[in-house]
Each structure stands twice: as C-alpha cells, then as structure tokens.
C-alpha cells in the first residue's frame, strides 16, 4: 500500500516551452502533496506543500508563478514548469501523506521525474 | 531549509560489514527519519526515531538519537549489495516539514 506515481519518469524540453509533471496517490487519499527538488549529488530541496482544492504554499526563494501547482483532486497534483531555463533542470520528487499536517505524518515518495531543459 | 548535515559523504565497505553514518541538526525536533534512495529514484522510508526515544530497530537497521547532542547515527549491519544506495537523515521540527540532510553516499563492494 501507499504508492505514489510519477509521470514522466523522464523528460526533455526546450527552453522556452512548459512542462507539467503529475503526482498520484494510487492507493490512499492524498490530503496533503510536497514537491522537492534535487540538483545531482545534492539533498532534496522542498519547493511547496498542497492541500486538495487549495493554493499551494511556497517555500522562499521558489517562484509560484514559475512553478505551478494544482492539487485538484485527492489523488491527483501536478507541477508545471513554466518557460522552463536549463538551469531547471533537475530531479523533481512529490511525496503525499494521507494524514495531513502533523509532525509524525509518514511522507510517501514518488519515484521522481528528471528534467532536461535544453 | 536545510537542518541535517550527514557524515561521512560517502563510504564504501566490503559485503558482510557494518556502515555507519552520522545526521546532526541545529534546531529541537519533533522526530527524525531515514530515508535511502538508489540511483535516480525516489526515496524509501527506513526508519522513524521521535524525538523521546533513543534507539529504534528494523531488520538490520539501527537507528540512535541523542537529542543533548543533536545527533543521530544510522548503523546498516551485515551489509549487502543491495545496500548501495544513497542515505538521508531528515528532521519534522514543530511543522510537518521534512529538512533533509545533505546525504551519504554507501558503495558496499561483493
């Protein structure tokens, strides 16, 4: 139980173009979704939280007009790339937890999407 | 941000022996995870520790705490091959936010 897919597994765009990223919970509820970043040989950056059917929160220094998120359902949120650069290039990784916001709440990870921007 | 910094970066054994790595953090915490994650993958939940227990086991993991020094270690014991992986201490402090920690890099050799 508690599997989290990604789609694509892998992509490459131009510079320019835009770029959208799902997240699925395939077996529980999501209530709340994470989207982290991980430049190679680095840690894992969290970008935002989402809750279903609210505005995703930010963390500083992540651009929401950049990088949108929609949660628009209990199993489903997306990322999108916008005019994605190559310095966007990295490994995008969600996770969701079907508790919510506590501090002892279980992340469940997704496989991650890697983006090349060209 | 980031809280956890791991020791040592990277750390390479031979099959059958113990690997050891160490997460220090800054601020108080809720609780601390582990995670692994394999070459361009995403991560695997190992291990849970909160922040009024001090030792915790599963299978050949053993997790330690010591809240005082802001410290914990993961021990992988009887090591496999398919243990190569990369390792990350992460801490929840008063939210629900996993702080990651920069990660160890463990090769274990047949």
């Known amino acids: 139980g508690a599997v989290v897919s990604q789609h694509p597994s892998w992509v490459i765009c131009k510079s320019g173009t835009s770029v959208k990223i799902e997240c699925r919970s395939l077996d529980f509820q999501a209530t709340t979704m994470f989207w982290y970043r991980q430049f190679p040989k680095q840690s894992l950056m969290l970008m935002a939280t989402?809750?279903?059917?609210?505005?995703?929160?930010?963390e500083q220094g992540v651009e929401k007009d950049k990088f949108l998120i929609n949660h628009a359902s209990l199993t489903l949120s997306t990322l999108t790339v916008t005019s994605a650069h190559p310095e966007d290039s990295s490994f995008y990784i969600c996770?969701?937890?079907?508790?919510?916001?506590?501090?002892?709440?279980?992340?469940?990870f997704g496989p991650g999407t890697r983006l090349t921007v060209l | 941000s980031q809280q956890g910094e791991e020791d040592p970066q990277a750390l390479s054994i031979q099959e059958g022996e113990n690997a050891t790595m160490n997460c220090s953090y800054k601020?108080?915490?809720?609780?601390l995870q582990w995670y692994r994650q394999n070459s361009g993958r995403g991560l695997v939940h190992l291990i849970l520790?909160?922040?009024?227990?001090r030792e915790k086991h599963s299978g050949r993991l053993r997790v330690t705490l010591d809240t005082s020094k802001k410290s914990s270690s993961l021990l992988i014991t009887a090591s496999r091959a398919a243990d190569t992986a990369s390792y990350f201490c992460?801490?929840?402090?008063?939210?629900?936010?996993?702080?990651f920690g920069a990660g160890t890099t463990v090769t274990v050799r047949a």
């Open positions: 520790i909160r922040s009024n227990e």
């Open positions: 996770s969701a937890s079907n508790r919510g916001r506590a501090p002892g709440d279980t992340q469940y």
């Open positions: 601020t108080s915490i809720n609780n």
């Open positions: 989402s809750n279903e059917g609210s505005k995703a929160t930010y």
């Open positions: 992460a801490t929840v402090s008063n939210d629900y936010k996993l702080s």
